[in-house]
């Protein structure tokens, strides 16, 4: 066998000692949690004054079994630069080599086995004032699955709205995982707790001009018709003043694009000097009306960079739609980046009547716990209702803990991923289910 083959059995052997610890530690019909629960019950009618001592003895003990879980990286650091000697890498650091050795799976075709997470969709608070939505991102650059996350519950509530600190569509929200564990026994929740804002045009300012159509020349039939943007024709472009999706901070005369006729409108990230961060995923969309105006016919294509989705006018319901950038791969600079990148919209083939385009919404996603969230309005109606406090989301999340061995221990130790796959296509298998004593 290779060097590379003989030092990921090693790292497999290390696995089983580890997926061991946390089955008998605490994921077996009886396991080491259940034995400690039913020693302290027995204390129960001892002198209060030897109590404490027997309990704590006997949490020594359980700080042994968390440490023996704890000291996973202490033989798998080593591995992993043995692991990057074999692959004929430079690095020694363990989160360096880790990142090489992924872009090496990913160029040779390489996978371990997934955690197989079921990322659950987003649960809207039954009482919430505001006609937003959260967005969630969970594949990365190359389309693997996020997995260097927790399978727990993540909830989001509203703590400033536009009467208590914050600007009108951009709430704060406070975003927390799932409560943590007084050891590593037992993996749940990260515990953390962070911040989200909600994001609205105003945050597209910092990437395009005139992301709500809100300032035009005047200039009937002319291709720069909107401020920044450029029309293919632009003989039946207009701006609808009374009918416009919603405005925002610092909007003072909020407008929506009229398209007349099949048109497209387009512009480049080089007229803002536009920088993007490869590491962090963008989120972008735009409303869509056809009900005012009655169109018909043909699609809307939204185009960010090397990107583009569509839809077609006929799927589109009463009021306004959304056309979001697909939650995947797209969203990296790596994949929408271009020689000459553009941001344009295009409807194509009309039949007859118009069609209303608003709120260009370009922002960064938030990290939370390795994926990547974005708030925003997804309303029907014009001016939806904002986010007020106490507004909420969710997602739940789980994992199957019988497969997905090497990468939750990779995870757990080092706060990587690896790319996976969940049943075809595994080239570094998972060491044998452990059949747990009971």
């Not at 400690?36 to 027995?42: G, L």
């Not at 045009?201 to 039939?221: E, K, R």
């Not at 939370?368 to 014009?382: M, R």
Request: hydrophobic residues 40%; proline residues 3%.
């Amino acid at each position: 066998m290779s060097a590379e083959t003989d030092t990921q059995d090693a790292i497999t052997a290390g696995v089983a000692v580890d997926d061991f610890l946390r089955i008998e530690g605490g994921a077996a019909t009886v396991d080491f949690l259940d034995l400690v629960a039913a020693y302290n019950v027995k204390l129960g009618p001892l002198n209060p004054a030897f109590v404490a001592n027997c309990a704590a003895g006997m949490d020594s003990v359980r700080a042994g079994v968390a440490a023996a879980r704890d000291a996973a990286g202490n033989w798998l650091a080593p591995l992993l630069r043995k692991l990057a000697i074999a692959v004929d890498f430079a690095e020694t650091d363990t989160q360096l080599i880790l990142r090489h050795y992924y872009q090496y799976m990913v160029t040779n075709t390489k996978r371990i086995t997934s955690r197989s997470f079921t990322f659950g969709s987003v649960s809207v608070g039954g009482s919430n004032n505001g006609a937003s939505t959260c967005y969630r991102l969970t594949r990365d650059e190359n389309n693997f699955n996020i997995e260097n996350t927790w399978a727990q519950v993540v909830s989001m509530i509203c703590v400033q709205d536009q009467n208590s600190g914050a600007a009108k569509y951009q709430e704060t929200f406070q975003i927390s995982g799932g409560e943590k564990n007084i050891d590593n026994i037992i993996v749940a929740g990260s515990g953390n707790i962070g911040t989200i804002q909600a994001v609205s045009a105003a945050n597209s300012q910092a990437y395009i001009q005139n992301p709500s159509f809100s300032q035009a020349n005047g200039t009937a039939a002319s291709t720069s018709f909107f401020d920044g943007w450029t029309a293919t024709s632009g003989a039946a472009l207009t701006q609808d003043l009374v009918n416009y999706y919603r405005d925002f901070n610092g909007d003072v005369t909020p407008a929506a694009a009229k398209f007349s006729a099949s048109d497209k409108i387009s512009q480049a990230f080089s007229l803002n000097n536009t920088q993007f961060n490869p590491n962090v995923p963008m989120f972008v969309r735009i409303a869509i009306n056809k009900s005012v105006g009655s169109g018909s016919g043909g699609a809307v294509t939204l185009t960010f960079g090397d990107q583009t989705t569509s839809v077609s006018v006929a799927a589109l319901a009463a009021g306004w739609n959304m056309l979001v950038l697909p939650l995947d791969m797209r969203c990296w600079y790596k994949n929408f980046a271009s020689s000459s990148p553009v941001l344009s919209i295009e409807w194509d083939s009309r039949s007859s009547g118009y069609l209303l385009i608003d709120d260009v919404v370009l922002a960064p996603f938030t990290n939370f716990d390795g994926l990547w969230y974005a708030i925003t309005s997804n309303g029907s109606s014009q001016s939806p209702a904002p986010n007020l406090i106490n507004d909420t989301f969710a997602f739940t999340d789980t994992e199957n803990l019988a497969v997905g061995k090497i990468q939750r221990t990779i995870w757990r130790t080092t706060g990587m991923y690896l790319p996976a796959a969940v049943s075809s296509g595994i080239t570094w298998t998972d060491p044998a289910n452990f059949t747990p004593s009971s």
